[in-house]
């Protein structure tokens, strides 16, 4: 079983930045996809940017490329999302998630978002001026 807490959220004006953190725990697996999902007042779930830690690179959405960057502490596997150039439809409640079982992606595929089956309670973003 792995347990995910997030921090990090809070407001931030048009053009600013924030910091996520992602925080597993309790996991007996070294490498697993993880990632960060948004959910919008009104609007269906969206997937922000996952990797599979063991190797391969991390997939973004195209609203989030080139502004967002995630990155992993592999001393205790705290996985941050740098969100950059804040932009008013950033504003969701940010979630992460991870598979718990650890399985690994199809050669080339990335991480299936149904491998995502735990997720951690949440930190609200707010961007407005």
């Known amino acids: 079983q792995i347990y995910l807490m997030e921090s990090g959220g809070g407001s931030a004006q048009p053009g600013g930045s924030l910091r996520l953190s992602c925080a597993p725990s309790?996991?007996?697996?070294?490498?697993?996809?993880i990632g960060w999902f948004r959910q919008a007042p009104g609007k269906e779930r969206e997937e922000v940017a996952i990797?599979?830690?063991?190797?391969?690179?991390?997939a973004y959405s195209d609203s989030v490329k080139g502004r967002f960057t995630l990155s992993r502490d592999k001393t205790n596997g705290t996985v941050y999302l740098q969100m950059n150039d804040l932009k008013p439809e950033d504003t969701a409640m940010y979630y992460c998630?991870?598979?718990?079982?650890?399985?690994?992606?199809?050669?080339?595929?990335?991480?299936?978002?149904?491998?995502?089956?735990?997720w951690g309670g949440g930190t609200r973003v707010t961007v407005s001026s």
């Open positions: 998630a991870a598979d718990p079982l650890a399985r690994i992606p199809p050669v080339g595929a990335g991480c299936p978002t149904t491998f995502l089956t735990t």
């Open positions: 309790g996991s007996r697996y070294r490498n697993y996809c």
């Open positions: 990797v599979y830690t063991g190797v391969g690179a991390t």
